[in-house]
T-cell receptor, first 113, second 113 residues
Framework: NAGVMQNPRHLVRRRGQEARLRCSPM?????VYWYRQLPEEGLKFMVY????????ESGMPKERFSAEFPKEGPSILRIQQVVRGDSAAYFC???????????FGPGTRLTVL | DQQVKQNSPSLSVQEGRISILNCDYT??????FLWYKKYPAEGPTFLIS?????DKNEDGRFTVFLNKSAKHLSLHIVPSQPGDSAVYFC????????????FGQGTRLTINP
């Protein structure tokens, strides 16, 4: 049973470009979470999605950030017009409905030049 | 507002001895607590969890203790091994809703031979 998959593992963008981060949850997991880790800090919640629905986006910046989890395919975290402050590690986690334990992917490290 | 705090940024322990990592929380609505281990450039790996209805949970070398009145939990690793050297994050989630995780800042554990 493959774990949570994220791609790309590393992403470099120039200021003003768009970044798309993908997450494929573990098989059988219908709950997906995105977290961001800034240097020397803990992980911070961004958004919680189930298939085709955003359940909680209280941790998402109001502008430029969006997330989706379509019926088919991976969950996508999209950052438009990136700025240097968006440079961070972005982690996706998933869980099944039967447990509260979240399992994390390897992360995408975004660098904005 | 740091709802989950790990006050020790680092801890050094001799191989074979016990490692004790501590975590404090302020939100009485938290009812599920987890410990994750993280290596550089990787995602957090789930170690062990505990529900608020328990005060102890054990899994092999890892034991988590929960003191609800003090809003404090700790992770004991015994005996400590060199492969345990990593950053350890404490996380908590609430009774209902999104079960989003609130993380501490992490403690870097170094096991010395």
């Amino acid at each position: 049973n493959a774990g949570v998959m994220q791609n790309p593992r590393h992403l470099v963008r120039r200021r003003g470009q768009e970044a798309r981060l993908r997450c494929s949850p573990m098989k059988g997991h219908s709950h997906v979470y995105w977290y961001r880790q800034l240097p020397e800090e803990g992980l911070k919640f961004m958004v919680y999605l189930q298939k085709e629905n955003i359940i909680d986006e209280s941790g998402m910046p109001k502008e430029r950030f969006s997330a989706e989890f379509p019926k088919e395919g991976p969950s996508i975290l999209r950052i438009q017009q990136v700025v240097r402050g968006d440079s961070a590690a972005y982690f996706c986690a998933s869980r099944p409905s039967s447990t509260d334990t979240q399992y994390f992917g390897p992360g995408t490290r975004l660098t904005v030049l | 507002d740091q709802q989950v705090k790990q006050n020790s940024p680092s801890l050094s322990v001799q191989e074979g001895r016990i490692s004790i990592l501590n975590c404090d929380y302020t939100n009485s609505m938290f009812d599920y607590f987890l410990w994750y281990k993280k290596y550089p450039a990787e995602g957090p790996t789930f170690l062990i969890s505990i529900s608020s209805i328990k005060d102890k949970n054990e899994d092999g070398r890892f034991t988590v203790f929960l003191n609800k009145s003090a809003k404090h939990l700790s992770l004991h690793i015994v005996p400590s091994q060199p492969g345990d050297s990593a950053v350890y994050f404490c996380a908590a989630s609430g009774k209902q809703g999104a079960q989003k995780l609130v993380f501490g800042q992490g403690t870097r554990l170094t096991i010395n031979p």
